[in-house]
């Protein structure tokens, strides 16, 4: 896998990666914290509340990765450039989602992510629309957009120094980890893992914000419109 674009000068700091594993292994051990001791909320979707909550977190976190890329290359920390092929990023991210799926039902009688997070509804409340559909724009549109800055972003080009296989498997990972959902970690360890390997043969992160979204929106839409 080639690279088309120097990293920048940012991207070699150790200060800036441990800074960023910290943030990240805190994420993780307080998420396997919370959700070994509480169990995950009911229908968090249709709460005003999971906006609030949500949404104060992903604003807090894209500030501290803002911090920690610095101001001097933020488009290339965050690889915010126009993908290499789009016609290659799309058909990896179809790829990807369709994959990612498969890997589910696989582990439906064991394993249900949107579930375990409280985020998937267990049907359709039109008592409470306009909650869902600002927790669907949240989870679908905003949440994405930060997570792949996160780790597809700022967290691949702090790794990929040290090879783009170990920077794609440690994204991948980590994007796992910081779920904290151990049943889950496969499926999440090999949908992290996806996009990072489409970020590195895009050479941008905005494929993954897409691939991510769709993922997203089609679990809340298939949550509330398919009965078992």
Partial sequence: MEMTRPLPAAARSDGRLIAWLTI???LA???????????????AVFQWSTVANQGTFIVILLAVMLAIAGLTDTRGMFALYRPRSWPRAIGLGAALIVAVYVILYAESPLLDPGKDQGLTPSGWDAGHAPQFIANFLLIACFVPIVEELTFRGL??????????WPAIVAVGLLFALVHGIPAALPAFTF????LAYIRSRTASVIPGMLVHGTFNALALIASVTITS
Avoid: C, D, M
């Avoid at 307080?30 to 229908?43: D, H, L, Q």
């Avoid at 949908?191 to 996806?194: K, R």
């Fill in 29 to 43: 051990a307080a998420n396997f914290y919370g959700n070994a001791t509480e169990s995950p909320p009911k229908n």
């Fill in 191 to 194: 949908f992290g893992a996806g």
């Fill in 155 to 164: 967290g691949f080009t702090l790794l990929v120094r040290y090879g783009e």
């Fill in 24 to 26: 990240v292994l805190l």
